[in-house]
């Protein structure tokens, strides 16, 4: 099938999957018992989101196409397992146990906003924890039992931030200084939680219920070993400590960052031409893998 033909069918996958304004997408994958030519496989196609599994080490990274797996030593990332799934929001929670969100693969007969899923075997498999149908998390993030989650409302196409005491059973809503791009919580104190927006980064010492911008730069943060880290819009390189003072300018990724994970000792982010680089100071940074 020639790329042109290829694209068009994914973009018409996306409106039938009812992403609506939130850049939600559904599935390039045929559903079974049509007829008709398969359609190429077109890889990694837009990143969301990544993460690093502790049972192996291997990188995970969430797409508008599905979710793909790039081993230890391996730049080119592979699909896991033969899914379409548009994951906008993925975190790790755990060895082998992920937490997601965004609209099913075109073959599940699913609602085209898949709420808060859950992955126990590594992204092959995913089962809904709660508002199947009613929520589309573009950013996810848990610390023990607390998740955060902010995304659209599926009949108000509202954005929100939503927490959940109980792993994303039941939730309450919080408010916001801004629309959030990136959500980051301290492994050490899930009360405390960073967030990001064009305009600036936001932490809160009490769960979401108020906060402090620390920064007025925007982009995208994460809560690295060090502290906090910010890549911005332009692709600069910014770090703080835990509290979010002493910020200073670190380096460049050299492009506009499509998400941003830090991990054990390192820092991940994703470019919109899908180069996903590594860094262990923010500083100096090395391609950990490509499309």
Request: proline share 6%; aromatic share 6%; net charge negative.
């Amino acid at each position: 099938m020639r790329k042109g033909v290829l694209i068009a069918s994914l973009m018409a996958a996306a409106l039938y999957a009812g992403c609506g304004d939130d850049g939600g997408g559904g599935s390039a994958a045929q559903p079974e018992g049509t007829r008709g030519p398969a359609l190429e496989d077109p890889g990694p196609v837009h990143v969301h989101g990544l993460g690093i599994n502790p049972a192996d080490g291997a990188l995970f990274v969430a797409t508008h196409t599905g979710l793909f797996r790039a081993a230890p030593g391996e730049e080119r990332s592979k699909r896991v397992g033969d899914r379409f799934q548009d994951t906008m929001g993925f975190t790790v929670v755990a060895p082998d146990r992920f937490l997601g969100s965004g609209h099913p693969d075109l073959r599940d007969k699913l609602p085209p906003f898949l709420g808060l899923i859950r992955s126990t075997n590594a992204g092959r498999s995913w089962r809904p924890i709660s508002l199947l149908g009613k929520r589309d998390f573009h950013a996810l993030e848990a610390a023990g039992e607390r998740v955060y989650g902010y995304g659209s409302d599926y009949k108000t196409r509202g954005q929100g931030l939503l927490v959940s005491d109980d792993g994303g059973r039941h939730w309450r809503s919080a408010e916001v200084p801004e629309p959030f791009l990136a959500l980051a919580a301290d492994p050490e104190d899930p009360k405390r939680v960073a967030a990001s927006g064009a305009r600036g980064v936001y932490l809160s010492e009490d769960g979401a219920a108020s906060w402090q911008q620390v920064h007025t730069e925007g982009g995208l943060v994460a809560w690295s070993e060090a502290g906090l880290i910010l890549v911005s819009a332009r692709g600069l390189v910014s770090t703080a400590d835990e509290e979010g003072a002493g910020w200073r300018r670190v380096g460049t990724v050299g492009g506009q960052p499509a998400a941003l994970e830090a991990a054990q000792e390192e820092v991940y982010v994703a470019l919109h031409d899908g180069r996903i680089l590594r860094s262990e100071d923010g500083a100096d940074w090395e391609l950990r893998a490509r499309p």
